[in-house]
């Protein structure tokens, strides 16, 4: 099967930037990178990971390029995950971060599941729509105010009070 996917450019403005991508279910997560890389006009040089998503774009697991991580700490790999084990009728959205030092975020979304085309090759970029800038979207991150009178030394605890703080006598 094909999987058709929206990829959109996370900048903030009011220009959409956007490429509907077709990849075949059984190619990898590096293919799907390396085919966004081309549409969208970068050099494929960057490091870059895919985090699964939920239906609020809230980040989840990592997918990334090369092994990063600390032993003991397994991460997915691009060229090692094929993109139906991720992305499915119950899990269609990713975020796909490239180039870790300018940040460009993505959001990619799959939006239909196709039968191949004859005579068609893949990965296809179907759709083109906006130019990317030249330089990646600035981000500014800012916590969520929920509760304008949170303070976090406010926890009731006297530290003068030893005799109170509930340790467990038996700890080692």
């Known amino acids: 099967m094909i999987y058709r996917f929206r990829v959109i450019l996370d900048n903030d403005t009011e220009d959409d930037v956007f490429r509907d991508i077709e990849i075949r279910e059984s190619d990898t997560m590096e293919d ?3 085919t966004i890389t081309q549409s969208f006009g970068f050099d494929g040089m960057e490091m870059a990971s895919f985090y699964i998503s939920d239906d609020q774009w809230n980040q989840g697991e990592e997918i990334s390029m090369m092994d990063m991580s600390e032993a003991g700490n397994e991460v997915k790999m691009m ?8 992305v499915h009728e119950a899990s269609t959205r990713l ?8 940040m460009w975020t993505f959001y990619v979304e799959l939006g239909e599941i196709v039968e191949e085309a004859e005579g068609t ?3 296809n970029l179907m759709f083109v729509h906006g130019q990317i800038p030249d330089e990646a979207p600035e981000k500014t991150f800012e916590a969520e105010e929920d509760d304008d009178d949170y303070n976090e030394f406010d926890d009731d605890l006297d530290l003068d009070d030893y005799d109170n703080l509930n340790f467990d006598e038996n700890w080692n």
Do not use: K
Not at 79 to 86: H, L, P, R, W
Not at 95 to 102: A, H, P, V
């Open 32 to 34: 799907l990178h390396n």
């Open 95 to 102: 975020i796909y971060l490239y180039d870790f030092m300018n």
């Open 79 to 86: 060229n090692e995950t094929i993109i139906n084990s991720i």
């Open 121 to 123: 090759d893949y990965p």
